[in-house]
């Protein structure tokens, strides 16, 4: 079989040749990254963290990540590397009842926001996020599985600061 010069070739030249068109086509088709633009909207993806009890739920976009965790069972925290100037939330019940959050800033950087939950939540709650940061808006949706932290383990690995 391998005497045969035009097989020998051909199997040499095959991978290269998908490799080339793998690589070819992902450059032609897929969506190049832009810079957000000041007064447009832009859907938060739900980490896989959010569906877990996990303690915290991150929403990206790109480059831009936000943050949410409970702090002493009853403050909501939100937390991003970039300045936000607004963050308002809805929590969303088993029941339909929808509690709106609006939250204060901790930090003058804008990068720690915080609210108390008066409401009851659960881990089948929703929230539903709307940040503002450099006059764009960044919006998304979770269920709320994260609030508790628990590990397999009898042991509890946050990080003490």
């Not at 447009?40 to 943050?67: D, H, I, M, W």
Request: include cysteine; charge should be negative; aromatic fraction near 12%.
């Amino acid at each position: 079989m391998f005497k045969n010069k035009h097989i020998v070739i051909a199997l040499i030249v095959a991978p290269i040749l998908a490799l080339l068109a793998y690589f070819g086509v992902d450059n032609l088709v897929s969506e190049k990254p832009h810079k957000a633009i000041e007064g447009q909207s832009y859907p938060l993806v739900a980490k896989s963290n959010c569906r877990y009890t996990s303690g915290k739920c991150t929403f990206q976009n790109g480059n831009f990540e936000v943050n949410i965790f409970i702090e002493n069972d009853k403050t909501l925290i939100v937390t991003s590397p970039y300045t936000l100037s607004d963050v308002e939330a809805s929590i969303l019940d088993n029941q339909g009842n929808t509690s709106k959050l609006y939250f204060v800033k901790d930090s003058n950087q804008g990068t720690k926001w915080s609210q108390r939950i008066i409401s009851n939540i659960s881990s089948d709650s929703i929230i539903r996020l709307v940040t503002i940061a450099s006059k764009s808006i960044y919006y998304g949706e979770s269920e709320m599985a994260f609030i508790d932290y628990e590990t397999s383990f009898e042991e509890d690995f946050k990080r003490q600061d």
